[in-house]
């Protein structure tokens, strides 16, 4: 059989730093991907003057699977966000984002086990309608969701819930207040439960979910809910488990996924040896997961709870006080 290629990018900030633990992990591991690494962002536009240069895209499309670090997207006017960018271009409608207790973190619970699924491509961040009046004094945006967009995120949600065994999806809104759009989300998201009479469905308000979440997580299981609140959603989930060093994001589309961190490019610690590679190395037990290597995903995922269970050469976020490098080879030597 060929080898899968992975096109890798290696991103910005901590990126290098964490992508190249993850692969070694994979590696060591004994997977036999070929790599093709190719740039986007801060590294892309020093190298080509664009932020996302067309062999990034090419390389995406024609390998299907990508492994991503994070990037910066420079502030100011004129640069669109690579990721929006990305998700839109590739219809990568699904963001798929779990987080999972590790036992050894510094965390308010040790029992989360909740996956949100965010819808990736419409909503606030669609990037409609955005003025700003010519003085500066107003501004707009537009949100848009679609019916078959809903329909499709929510089947989504559900279907990886049945895979997965799981036994609940709520499905978050703000239909009360937002009429149109999270309205026609809320109808949707009901009629498509009704096609899943084996898992309970359950609605919920965002902002009381938000409280919910802390205060009572195991009220949940599976999350679907719209661009936005997904957004604002998933970091909160993160933080029930120790933060953004242990969430991981894959972005899924009919033709091509993208697996990354749920974090940022950290530059108040690149280049310093001190970023958790955890999150990134959790999106490449994704991108096993989706290709069906179960086993290999299973096998890093203990050797990770196995290295902050016991504190060994744990990051400065994780309560100990060693690197990235030493983070890595620590997970190694249990593999
Ligand atoms: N997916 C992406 O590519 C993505 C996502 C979010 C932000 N960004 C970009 O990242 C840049 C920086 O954003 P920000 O500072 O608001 O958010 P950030 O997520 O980069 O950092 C927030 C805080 O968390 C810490 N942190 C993040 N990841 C960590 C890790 N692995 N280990 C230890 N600590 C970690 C950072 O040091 C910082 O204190 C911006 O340019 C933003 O646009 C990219």
Do not use: W
């Amino acid at each position: 059989m060929a080898k899968q290629t992975i096109t890798v990018i290696r991103g910005d900030g901590i990126g290098p730093s964490i992508i190249d633990s993850a692969i070694e992990i994979l590696n060591a591991a004994g997977c036999e991907f070929d790599y093709e690494y190719v740039d986007a962002g801060l590294a892309a536009l020093e190298k080509t003057g664009e932020l996302l240069p067309p062999e990034t895209l090419e390389a995406i499309e024609r390998n299907k699977i990508t492994l991503k670090g994070p990037l910066t997207t420079p502030v100011g006017e004129g640069f669109t966000s690579i990721n929006v960018t990305l998700r839109k271009h590739f219809g990568l409608y699904a963001n798929v984002r779990p987080v999972k207790s590790f036992e050894g973190t510094k965390a308010r619970y040790d029992d989360i086990d909740i996956i949100t699924v965010r819808e990736n491509t419409q909503g606030m961040y669609s990037g409609l309608g955005q003025v700003v009046s010519e003085d500066g004094s107003e501004a707009e945006a537009m949100s848009k969701i679609t019916r078959e967009g809903a329909e499709k995120i929510v089947t989504f949600a559900y279907e990886l819930a049945q895979r997965e065994g799981r036994k609940k999806v709520t499905a978050v809104h703000k239909a009360n207040i937002l009429k149109s759009t999270s309205g026609l989300f809320l109808k949707v998201a009901r009629e498509v439960g009704e096609r899943f009479p084996e898992i309970e469905s359950a609605e919920m308000i965002v902002d009381a979910t938000c409280m919910k979440l802390v205060m009572t997580p195991e009220e949940f299981d599976v999350v679907v809910t719209t661009n936005l609140f997904g957004d604002i959603i998933s970091d909160l989930c993160a933080g029930l488990v120790g933060g953004l060093g242990m969430a991981p994001g894959a972005n899924i589309g009919e033709n091509a996924a993208i697996f990354e961190a749920v974090h940022g490019s950290a530059p108040d610690i690149a280049g310093k040896n001190l970023a958790n590679p955890t999150s990134v190395i959790l999106a490449s037990i994704q991108m096993l997961e989706y290709l069906d290597m179960g086993e290999t995903a299973d096998k890093i995922r203990n050797a990770v709870a196995d290295v902050i269970k016991s504190g060994d050469r744990t990051t400065r976020d994780l309560g100990g006080n060693h690197g990235t490098t030493d983070f890595t080879q620590a997970v190694i030597e249990r593999l």
